[in-house]
């Protein structure tokens, strides 16, 4: 069977495992997760993170510095997954839906404005595959209404918006480190705070809601409860293997592109007879290769080429159920939403499988298999 995801090691994860241990500190915030926090300020510019134990933990952290409260509204897309939602949902917030666009799965930023009201607080952005939203005209609409603009980022690892990484335009950004992404730590992610208002409490909110950082500077004698918080800094075994990624990101990356553009090459044809849709970049987009996805012209089309290509050893995948249709928030709201196109996105995408030790002669396997089904 081709897998549809195989996590990558470089081959030196157990030596920085190794010395991580023989520093005798390994619990956290430590040696590694330092390295890890020069490393983004360094390559990408973020110039405050905080490493954390997932990228929904990154968003739980957002919550709490945006003060997310109950009655408040947050707007995200439907087309996503859960984690977009419950770090807001546990706060007390009503979670407002918007549809995707027609020609992507990321959210309509014309549909936006429509659903912002008195009790709105935040807008959640997730760039889907890796494809940036457009942060200028999202950014235009938060600064007029006063809101917070969250980008979930956790596909987005390297790419950009126009000249600037993802994560440095909304007032917060979380990154996931999960075995399925780019960059993997087995689970993990990041918060990005470019509100350097925010700065001083984010460290306290990472630390369990503690002033212990300022114990650690000499600031103060001891440390105290001074805020809500959580344990939402991963190990320093965590740090080390994602550390052991970001030494590799330019092959990882290499790698990816290869794969990326191979399936694109060989799927061409069968875009342009009409069978399936490949993914569009726009102009102010660039590409991470973290997903390639396929549209199909329906979900019955769709799942018939999942159970073909499974057949044939190919593991296949479609993506996320829409949120706003889900039995939860079916469970929590009257509203009726009429959001065709993230229905559209749930029916009709697969992913295709994409990983570092992909052989390109797979890739051109699992292609010519896709034509036949076409063809047949």
Known sequence: MIPFNKPYLTG?????????????????????????HTFFNEYFGFKNCFLTNSATSALE???????????DEVII?????????????????????????????????????QLITSKTKAIIVVHYAGLACDMDAIMALANRH?????????????????????????HFAAFSFHETKNISSGQGGMLVINDHSMINRAEKVWVKGTNQLDMQRGIIPKYEWVDLGSNFYPS???????????QSIEFIQYKR????????KQLRNLEKSGKIKLTTLEDYQSNN????????????????????????????????????????????????????????????????????????SQVIEITNLISTFYHS
Request: aromatic letters at 14%.
């Open 146 to 170: 006063k809101l917070f603009v969250i980008e979930d980022a956790a596909h987005s690892i390297t790419s950009r918006y126009k000249d600037r990484f993802l994560g440095t335009s909304g």
């Open 289 to 360: 290769y973290h997903i390639f996805y396929i549209l199909c012209a329906s979900q019955y089309e769709r799942d018939d080429l999942i159970s073909f290509l499974k057949k044939n050893n190919i593991m296949a995948v479609f993506h996320y159920s829409p949120l706003h249709s889900s039995p939860y928030a079916q469970g929590k709201s009257t509203e009726t939403f009429v959001l065709p196109n993230a229905e559209r996105y749930s029916q009709t995408l697969l992913r295709l499988p994409l990983y570092v030790e992909l052989d390109l």
């Open 236 to 246: 320093e075994i965590t740090a080390c293997l994602l550390f052991a990624q970001l």
């Open 61 to 71: 952290m957002a919550s709490l510095l945006c003060d997310i409260k109950e009655g």
């Open 77 to 113: 897309p439907s087309y996503t997954f859960v984690s977009t939602a419950t770090p807001f949902a546990l706060r007390g917030a009503k979670i407002i839906f918007c549809d995707s666009e027609v020609s992507s799965p990321n959210i309509d930023v014309q549909r936006i404005e």
């Open 257 to 264: 592109k290869l794969i990326w553009k191979t399936y694109e």
């Open 12 to 36: 030196n994860e157990f030596a920085l495992i190794e010395k991580a241990l023989s520093k005798g500190k390994f619990s956290g915030n430590g040696y590694f997760t330092n390295k890890c």
